[in-house]
């Protein structure tokens, strides 16, 4: 016990010298407010995780350091023989025998009658105790604490149609963003947040005191924590400062990144909304509401930190945001650098090694002390202490029992709790749950197994397809799509002609996420659907699942009403590699919208479309940035002479990106 103590004491001093030169250069680079937030970023969660790793690698390599403390150990007890005094009628020790090993005679066991122990535990252990003492209490607050907003939250509702769905679905659209988005809202939060990696939970008072450009950007934010994992990111950050509560820097390395996480999802939802106003006014109308943080533990918010709104918004309407994002690239190689160095030249705590004893045959005993560290007797192997269960067994057992509780409220909150901390013990009272009277406990149940990912729910979560509550049946459908294999796809198949459009966009999300192509022509039945967002998902799955035989059904789509179907379509008739008329595409280059305009242009250049080259010549000087940009690329594409003529047209545009493109086209072979 007392040598595993001393050689996690000495990992702990090694973690503690090590992650104390990567904080304080990680300081020391940022304290200026120079960087971008995005370098910052970076430099603080590479210097917050390398000190763990670099000790430990230069331990298993057994690095020899510049500069390196070795632990003192107490000397180790020596046999005696009992029958005589220590010294007496001992022969004197021969300095040329004294390395070799202890000779050992039938029953020695050393620690046996006749030697010394050493009484009470060593200083290293006495350490590494409190240590554990502190570290544990200091975790299982912070885990009470995160209990405790699961539960303040535990009475939030699925936001499924409406306005805010709508708003949420058009970003989710047009930024790319493909994982699922689960929006709520609670009364009992003040401020947006983004939960886990797929949930944005609103407050009420968004519905009713921001307008919907402000609700746009609000959603846009907290996308931009769920795309960057802030949520997981600050969870961490916050368990490695309780664990290694005694380096005060694990504490500011949270806190930058906390700031960090806020200006550039403020930067990624002002270059995905374009407005920067919006969002300005978003933050001061939710600063209103909010007299302190009143969640308790850190979160990926809009204005959880008060203390950062002034600057924020000062960033946000001064146009101080960088007009290129900056390449992480220079400071990942910096940050790599500087890691390799701290493993190669850092000093390093080492745990001691005890000195050994020579005993003499002759039953004569003798202390003698060694100048090598190798020690002749015998090395016992121990086998480690077995870890502890996951999760207390008392927690999760109370939280099945109330499962069983009189009220729905109860039951719903334990079903959230159990799915929460991710105990495999729940998988069998949640199916149990499955069967209960009311929905929204039923509803909860199946996210929470979602959560456990574990196989055996997968029959009884696809009998709730038949579920007649709406909400019930799209829960079940989000949740089957946490496997890959073993989903049933006829009863997602039968969904399709649900009465709900959230139902309906839900089953043909889940079929495009089990390749379930043996469905293509169900789907294709969907592309005059009356919602918007349904068609669109319909166009999207056919595209991703390859199947030659939807391309008929997206051509019709090309001419829909809605802007974003129009767009999706082209990019799956692209990704099907499907036939696009000529005259189809040059009248989408005309569109009203846009990114349609942008994707259709895009197309005419990898088609190589000689026909386009004068409508994509009047795009030069399109409205829209992007739209100029993407005509220009489109025409680099095109060998044909018009294309270069129009082409050297587009050097005195007077955008500059117009101006480069043409320019890095001309340079091409033609």
Known sequence: MNSI??????????????????????????????????????????????????????????????????????????????GRQPGVGAPATDPATATQSVPQTPGYRPGSAGSQPSVGPSLPLVVVLLWSVVALASSLYYVARRLILVGRLADRRAVSDGPLAATLAELRLTTGYRRRVHLTMARTISSPVALGLSEICVPELALSELGMEQQRSMLAHELAHLARRDALWLAGASLIERLFFFQPLNRLARRELETTAE???????????????????????????????????????????????????????????????????????????????????????????????????????????????????????????????????????????????????????????LGRLGDVRAVAPLIAVLADSDAEVRAQAIDALADLEDPRAISPIAALLRDPVADVKHNALSALSHWEQGVPTAPVVALLDDPSPDVRHEAVDLLEHLHARSASSAIARLIHDPSADVRSAVVQALGNLGEQSGAAAITEALSDANADVRQAALGALNDLKAPIAEATLINLMKDPNADVRQRAAELAGERSVIAAIPTLRRLIDDPKGDVREAATEALGHIADPAARQALQAALQSPDPKVRRAAAEALGQDP
Do not use: F
């Open 5 to 82: 103590a001393s050689s996690l004491l000495a990992w702990l001093l090694t973690y503690l010298i090590h992650s104390t030169v990567l904080l304080g250069i990680a300081w020391l680079v940022t304290r200026g407010k120079r960087l971008e937030p995005a370098a910052s970023d970076l430099i603080w969660k590479v210097a917050l995780l390398a000190g763990l790793v670099t000790g430990t690698i230069q331990s298993r390599l057994e690095l020899s350091t510049p500069a390196a403390v070795q632990l003192p150990v107490a000397q180790p007890a020596t046999p005696t023989d009992p």
């Open 263 to 417: 200006y550039l999802s403020d930067e990624w939802a002002m270059r995905k909304t374009g407005s920067a106003v919006s969002l300005a006014k978003c933050l001061a109308t939710v600063a209103e509401w909010i007299q302190a943080s009143p969640l308790g533990v850190p979160v990926a918010g809009l204005a959880e930190r008060r203390s950062l709104l002034v600057s924020r918004i000062s960033r946000l309407l001064e146009g101080r945001l960088p007009k290129n994002p900056a390449s992480r690239l220079g400071w990942a190689a910096l940050a790599t650098a500087g890691v390799m160095v701290t493993i190669a030249a850092a000093p390093r705590v080492s745990q001691g090694v005890a000195k050994a004893a020579d005993v003499r045959s002759s039953g004569a005993s003798t202390e003698t002390t060694l100048s090598t560290p190798e020690v002749s007797a015998p090395v016992v192997s121990r086998k480690p202490a077995a870890l502890p269960a996951t999760q207390d067994t008392s927690v999760v057992n109370a939280l099945i029992a109330r499962l069983k509780d009189e009220n729905a409220g109860v039951r719903k909150a334990a079903a959230n709790s």
